[in-house]
């Protein structure tokens, strides 16, 4: 167990729709990064929060947003859902803002379904 | 575009074996290395990294080596268990990034 919690663990829903998406970080870390894992996609970053601010941007869609509240828990809102969103979504976290030069740890992820 | 990328995307290994997964990239100003693992329905567990400074680096039971002049990295599982089944992926750190490898299933034989 990483310590990272995530929920729902699955959402089944449909085109057109708007969903969120919960993560509480380890006790201490300050930041939050969330990932998209789909088949033909692998593994791939999409944003990063440090202490509530945005501090990276990866591959995200602009229909895709998160934000970190002042408890650090974050939640990732998916809106004008496509069929291709359909993917695990995982959380991770890291002590410090430097997370891409420290371990992340990954929660159990969220399984999206659309359809 | 450059990419992290795995030469095997299977492997298989008897229980008791070393198994050694490999991992090729490409952007040389990378400079720290992770490898994860991940079980089925599980995310992603951290199991060793290596910064560019280094060439290897042990941990329990695995070892990871880093080669910069071919732009290697592997990671080596010593005596391989049944819970060493699982897919296994390197990442790169590239700048405020993490590019993942498309990952290496690892299945190991009774």
């Known amino acids: 167990d990483s310590g990272v919690t995530q929920t729902p663990k699955h959402l089944i829903t449909a085109t057109g729709q708007r969903v969120t998406l919960r993560c509480s970080p380890r006790s201490g870390d300050l930041s939050v990064y969330w990932y998209q894992q789909s088949l033909d996609q692998g593994l791939q970053f999409l944003i990063q929060y440090y202490n509530g601010e945005e501090r990276a941007k990866g591959n995200i869609l602009e229909r895709f947003s998160a934000q970190q509240f002042p408890d650090l828990h974050s939640e990732l809102n998916l809106s004008s859902l496509e069929l291709g969103d359909s993917a695990l979504y995982f959380c991770?976290?890291?002590?410090?803002?430097?997370?891409?030069?420290?371990?992340?740890?990954f929660g159990p992820g969220t399984r999206l379904l659309v359809l | 575009g450059e990419s992290v990328g795995l030469h095997l995307p299977t492997l298989s290994v008897q229980e008791g074996d070393n198994s050694i997964i490999n991992c090729a990239y490409s952007?040389?100003?990378?400079?720290?290395f992770i490898w994860y693992k991940q079980e089925s329905g599980k995310g992603p567990q951290f199991i060793i990294d290596?910064?560019?400074?280094?060439d290897k680096r042990q941990g329990q039971r695995v070892t990871v080596l880093l080669n910069k002049t071919v732009k290697h990295l592997s990671l080596q599982i010593a005596a391989t268990q049944p819970g060493d089944s699982a897919v296994y992926f390197c990442a790169e750190s590239r700048g405020q990034n993490f590019v993942f490898g498309p990952g290496t299933r690892l299945s190991v034989l009774p």
């Open positions: 991770a976290s890291s002590p410090t803002g430097q997370g891409f030069k420290e371990t992340q740890y």
């Open positions: 952007n040389s100003a990378s400079d720290y």
């Open positions: 290596i910064r560019s400074n280094m």
